[in-house]
C-alpha cells in the first residue's frame, strides 16, 4: 500500500517557465512533508517543507502548496533552470504520533528535465 | 549547516567479508539518524531507524543479524553490512534528524556509500 505517490514519473520543461510536481497522499495521520531532490549515485537534498497548519510555504524559487483536505502538495519551482534537472521526492511524515518514529514515507519519485 | 557525511563513498568488497558504514552529523547533534537503501530507478526504501543510546528499530523484513546498527554519540552512526553477498549490492543512505530546534522534523541526508559485493 503506497501512502504517498507520485503519479507523474518524468516531466519536462522548458527553461525560465513553471515546473510543477505533484504529490497525494493516503494517510491522514500525515502532518508534515518535506520535498527533497536527488541527483544520482548522491543523497536526497532538503528542499523546503510545510507544515499540515499551512497551505502554503515559500522559499525561494520553490514553493509548496498543501491541500489537506484533498490529501494533495504541489512544488513549484519557478523560473526553473537546467540545474534543477534530477530526481524530486515527496514525504510525509506524522511527527505528533510516537508509534510513526519520526519515519519519513516517500513518494516514488519524479524525474525533472530543464531544456535550455 | 545540517550536514551529514558518509564513508566511505564507495566500497567493494568480496562476498562473506563485513562492510562497516558510518554516517556522521557535522554541525549538529542528532538524536536519531535512519539508515536507507536504494536500488536502481527506485524510491528510498527504510532500513532501520537509530535511536542513539538504544538499539535500533528494524523495518519489516530488514534482518537486524545482517544489517548491524549502532548509534554511539549523537553524531555517529554505523551500519554494518555483515557476510555480504552480491545481493547486498546497493546505494546505502542514511539520514539525520536534528535533534532540537526549528527544524527537528526535517532529516537530512548523507551522499550515500556505494557498495559492490563481488
Known amino acids: 500500500d503506497q501512502q504517498v505517490k507520485q503519479n507523474s514519473p518524468s516531466l519536462s520543461v522548458q527553461e525560465g517557465r513553471i515546473s510543477i510536481l505533484n504529490c497525494d497522499y493516503t494517510?491522514?495521520?500525515?502532518?508534515?512533508f518535506l520535498w527533497y531532490k536527488k541527483y544520482p549515485a548522491e543523497g536526497p537534498t532538503f528542499l523546503i517543507s510545510?507544515?499540515?497548519?499551512?497551505d502554503k510555504n515559500e522559499d525561494g524559487r520553490f514553493t509548496v502548496f498543501l491541500n489537506k483536505s484533498a490529501k494533495h502538495l504541489s512544488l513549484h519551482i519557478v523560473p526553473s533552470q537546467p540545474g534543477d534537472s534530477a530526481v524530486y521526492f515527496c514525504a510525509a511524515s506524522a511527527p505528533g504520533i510516537k508509534a510513526a518514529g519520526n519515519k519519513l514515507t516517500f513518494g516514488g519519485g519524479t524525474r525533472v528535465l530543464v531544456k535550455p | 549547516g545540517a550536514v551529514v557525511s558518509q564513508h566511505p563513498s564507495r566500497v567493494i568488497c568480496k562476498s562473506g567479508t563485513s562492510v562497516k558504514i558510518e554516517c556522521r552529523s557535522l554541525d549538529f547533534q542528532a538524536t536519531t539518524m535512519f539508515w536507507y537503501r536504494q536500488f536502481p530507478k527506485q524510491s528510498l526504501m527504510l532500513m532501520a531507524t537509530?535511536?542513539?543510546?538504544?538499539?535500533?528499530?528494524?523495518e519489516q523484513g530488514v534482518e537486524k543479524d545482517k544489517f548491524l546498527i549502532n548509534h554511539a554519540s549523537l553524531t555517529l552512526s554505523t551500519l554494518t553490512v555483515t557476510s555480504a553477498h552480491p545481493e547486498d549490492s546497493s546505494f546505502y543512505i542514511c539520514?539525520?534528524?536534528?535533534?532540537?530546534?526549528?527544524?527537528?522534523?526535517?532529516?537530512?541526508f548523507g551522499p550515500g556509500t556505494r557498495l559492490t559485493v563481488l
Open positions: 510545510i507544515s499540515s497548519i499551512k
Open positions: 494517510n491522514s495521520m500525515f502532518d508534515y
Open positions: 537509530s535511536n542513539e543510546g538504544s538499539k535500533a528499530t528494524y
Open positions: 539520514s539525520a534528524r536534528v535533534a532540537a530546534g526549528a527544524h527537528t522534523d526535517t532529516q537530512y
